[in-house]
């Protein structure tokens, strides 16, 4: 940390122990940090990880920025803007955000794990090497491990000091581990002293720099119950990790076969359910043991597992960490990203190793293991989990462990697999029958009212960083009379599963959905030049109606809308959509309403352009938005720029969404730009220049593009 080396890349095979090196790294740097009393010195870290699956580039540095956002205790304005928009920021503008930031310190150290493991790595080296080349960036240096690929060799050898995990100290630092190992494990201290002594040289020798591979031989070891076996093994030690596991999985009980299989895929799946944001906890395996298990295994009266009997039998290819006041029985995860990758090959396929092989990928490849999370969470035994959760989460607030998303998840087995099940309806990685998703986001399911107050308790208690938790809180069905599958729709569109939302309009009887009226409550923000408010108001009764403004709960696009447009036509009214969507209705100066456009679909659907017997017209609440695309759509299709609303028409219900536009009946569309602030249902920025390009469309002076 004293050097003045900008980068230094840590590279070796894999099982090498470079994730252990960063960790250790992390913690020096923390340490380092907070005794030097700087509040100009920061850090921050970013682990790469298989199972995210992803380009970690924008990941990395949303991530980074973030951590630093936190310790200079200010988010710069551009940066807030694009939050308060809803906007991704490219890498580009994420690295400028970044620069913005660093300006608050005189030193950030920061750590990247596992550079090797992003899909595809190109993009992350390219910011790597933006960030060490880059003047803005002087007061940035990196620590970066990976894997030894030709491709990270030639980026990283003329930006950084390189460091091979293949040296005399590695290999001094695996004989060290092995012997103590062979010293404190009891089964070993029971081996006459010489073999110990002949099975270290073997071990420390054989290793050739793969702390991994020395920690799978001693598994391998122990699982053998005569020293002739023991000898034999020390005698024919296999050459990789490949070979290793195969030999790990040959070794292991037949009595215990069915426990690994089940502890290895449920881990493997929870990983592609949460990817590695949600520890998995380990009481969650033993859990959900007989939810997979075969009727007959369930009728067997087997003897139930508990951790230690998961330890011994899972030996070297789980990691159990923690307990205590976060997780009584700890958390558990794959011990080695190698024993996926062994797992999902063709290599497992041969020997006993078959009968935990997981090959392929794809969203059907858990379908088992998500189908068992929602039929339990269908049982009418699952209203002990519902008590449960509740009695747990009447305790946020009051435990440090709830700081943090992932533990609040984790914590409680019940909580974790409400929101497991959750994750897997609304995210839609997982396939699953998609009967068990209607069923679990049916608003007239006694469990679902728990569902919905759960999710509404984690995010008043700072859940934000799950989107899907914090935006399914927007919008708070309640059990009615509604035909069959209203709610579900809903819900469904609501969660943007368009997919399953067609499905469910195939089945028998769907057509009855068009004819209820939904009740419960949304959530809307409304935009005005003082700032944001928000408000609860009951969602207008039609389906179709509610997704009209179901931007202002979080919707980026307008597919759920425009799927209802096509497969509702003939069961709304076009003008009523049509006022409910316009104050949300926005495109950026250099977009058009294209055919796509709620707003051209809806005038094509006969909506009246002057929304006749309503108290404001569609043009009015456009001016007071600075809609600019809406004010030109509007005229374009025959609005009256005079209509003022209609006299005769009832105000909108105090506190609804419609009610922010009230005000307006009675003043012209230009007398509103002129006289009236911005007030708009979507987080779009006001500027002067919206005004003036308003009141040119309104008196026929231009038409878009207008120069800003």
Known sequence: ???????????????????????????????????????????????????????????????????????????????????RLRLQPSLEELLRHLGLVLERFSRVFIVVDALDESQSRETLIRVIRDILSDPQFLKVQLFVTSREYIDIERAMESISTPI???????????????????????IFQRWPEDFRTEVEEALSAGAKGMFRWAVCQLDILRRLKHQKKAREAIGNLPRTLGETYERIFSCIDPEDIEIVRHCLWWTMFHNAVWDSHIPLPAQVLIDTYYL??????????PLIPDIEILKESCGCLLSFTGGGDDFDDGVVSLAHYTVREYLQSSRALTGQSSLFARPGTGSTLYEVEAAAV?????????????????????????????????????????VYRFFTGFQIAWVGKIAVEPSLIFDFLDPQKPHFAHLANAAHKLYMHGCYESEAISKFTYLRLTPSDDPAGLGILANLLWSHRLDLAAKLLQRPGAARIWQGRLSGEVFSEIWNDSGRSFNYTPPPGNIVELFAFALTAGEESPDSLNFLLDHAQGHFNPTSVLIHYIGIHHHGYNETCAGDCPLRRLLGLGADPNARGYPCTPL?????????????????????????????????????????????????????????????????RHKKYDDDAAMELLMGLAELPISE
């Open 620 to 684: 009015q609440i456009a001016a007071v938005g600075r809609d600019l695309h809406g004010v030109q759509t509007l005229l374009q299709e025959g609005a009256d720029r005079g209509a003022t609303g209609s006299i005769e028409a009832d105000d909108w219900e105090a506190g609804s969404a419609l009610a922010t536009f009230s005000g307006l009946r009675g003043i012209e569309a230009l007398e509103i730009v002129k006289s009236l602030e911005h007030r708009a249902l979507g987080g779009w």
């Open 164 to 186: 091979s995990m293949s040296n005399q100290f590695v290999e001094e630092d695996i004989r060290t581990f092995v012997a103590a190992r062979l010293k404190s494990s009891s």
């Open 1 to 83: 940390m004293s050097s003045k080396d900008r980068c230094l890349w840590v590279h070796g095979i894999p099982g090498a122990g470079k994730t252990v090196l960063t960790s250790y790294v992390i913690r020096k740097v923390i340490r380092t940090v907070e005794e030097s009393g700087d509040p100009r010195s920061a850090y921050a870290y970013y682990y790469c990880h298989h199972a995210h699956n992803q380009d970690e580039a924008a990941a990395f540095l949303r991530w980074i920025v973030s951590q630093l956002c936190r310790s200079a205790q200010i988010v710069p304005e551009a940066l807030y803007e694009s939050h």
């Open 374 to 414: 929602f039929k339990q969470l269908l049982k009418l035994e699952a209203e002990v989990d519902l008590k449960d959760m509740e009695n747990h989460l009447e305790g946020i607030g009051e435990h440090p462990v709830f700081d943090d998303f992932g533990l609040m998840i984790a914590a409680n087995t019940s």
């Open 292 to 301: 997979t298990a075969d009727d007959e295994l369930a009728d067997d009266n």
